[in-house]
């Protein structure tokens, strides 16, 4: 089940498609295999020829310092779940945004 945070990244995803479609072509230079994605041990997998693979974001996850995991953290702290929805999608859209740029 997705929290509010991915649901909102998700959202803001999939609003920016149509835009992105205007300026990309398909490219059948390279043949990828099929894969089909998974939840295994808690982290997103995919199945590519028999094999369980992490995903780019398991690995990232799993690779990060311990700075970084702490700086999180304290981010964390500082956002305020009780603060109303409204504020919280601006916060997320300006941290995507300066994340995009």
């Given at each position: ?10 959202n ?44 780019v ?45």
């Open positions: 089940m997705l929290n509010e945070v991915d649901s909102l990244k998700i803001f995803f999939f609003s920016t498609i149509p835009s992105i479609r205007n300026h990309m072509q398909w490219n059948n230079k390279y043949s990828y295999p099929k894969s089909t994605r998974s939840i295994f041990q808690g982290s997103r997998h995919y199945s590519v020829n028999q094999e369980n693979l992490p995903s974001t398991t690995i990232l996850k799993a690779t990060e310092s311990e700075e970084k995991k702490a700086k999180l953290e304290e981010w964390k702290k500082r956002v305020d779940i009780n603060k109303p929805k409204l504020f919280q999608e601006k916060q997320l859209l300006e941290v995507v945004q300066c994340t995009i740029i």
